[in-house]
């Protein structure tokens, strides 16, 4: 057994159900459950066991089952209570790899947030200044056009970013605080709005080359799609 063990989260916390547990280790499901009924006392001491009843289709019909969902300790826990197989020594290592993935990718998430606000916070700085220098495009545009620029700098469509791998993410994330800090200086040095984004537009590029290869077909697929509703730039 070499699968990848998915994680249900819960409660912003990584559980593992029950019946992948079973499953993975070749044995009945309700074995598995009775395991954790029997030793319920035990399983708590890692925190509250969560149940569920879920509705499975089978070949005599839709059947109940019920099923619990084990935080990370809970699932090391119910393995110390099954025979030390091989399966049971590759499932360990494959749950330490899920458990692990989960948070990295809760770690990468918390950090992308503060940043994105972080730039956007300078584009409505930009947006004011350029309205006091006589700017009429829409305070909208300005976040739209960064946004853009940056999905377009990693072949990235909208709405993909909350999907992205853990590694990417953080490659995005660090663009953003590169671009907010890029235009606090333009602010700073009295710069209007366009040439503000043309350099951030030159450093985001610059530092996207070395990954954006990895992607292009996104890049040309969102080029495509997009050929007839291109935003103007500022």
Not at 75 to 99: P, Q
Not at 159 to 170: E, N, S, V, Y
Not at 196 to 201: A, I, S
């Amino acid at each position: 057994m070499s699968s990848v063990i998915a994680l249900t989260e819960k409660k912003h916390e990584a559980r593992v159900d029950s019946h992948v547990i079973a499953e993975s280790l070749d044995i009945q499901h309700k074995n598995a459950l009775a395991l954790i009924d029997e030793n319920i006392p035990e399983f708590e001491e890692f925190g509250r066991v969560a149940f569920e009843t879920r509705t499975l289709e089978t070949n005599g019909g839709k059947q109940k089952q019920r099923i619990a969902l084990l935080n990370e300790d809970q699932s090391y826990f119910l393995l110390t209570l099954t025979r030390n197989t091989e399966r049971t020594k590759r499932l360990k290592v494959e749950l330490v790899k899920a458990f692990s993935r989960f948070r990295q990718h809760q770690q990468v998430t918390s950090d992308y947030l503060p940043f994105y606000h972080e730039l956007h916070d300078n584009v409505k700085a930009l947006s004011a200044m350029a309205h006091q220098n006589g700017s009429t495009t829409d305070e909208r545009l300005f976040h739209i056009n960064f946004n853009n620029l940056i999905n377009k700098a990693f072949g990235l469509d909208a709405g993909q970013r909350p999907d992205l791998p853990p590694h990417l993410k953080a490659k995005v994330t660090a663009i953003n605080v590169i671009a907010a800090d890029l235009i606090q200086q333009c602010i700073a040095a009295n710069l209007d709005h366009k040439a503000t984004f043309q350099k951030v537009k030159q450093a985001v590029l610059a530092l996207a080359v070395p990954v954006r290869g990895l992607y292009q077909p996104l890049a040309q697929n969102r080029m495509l799609q997009t050929a007839d509703t291109k935003t103007p730039e500022l």
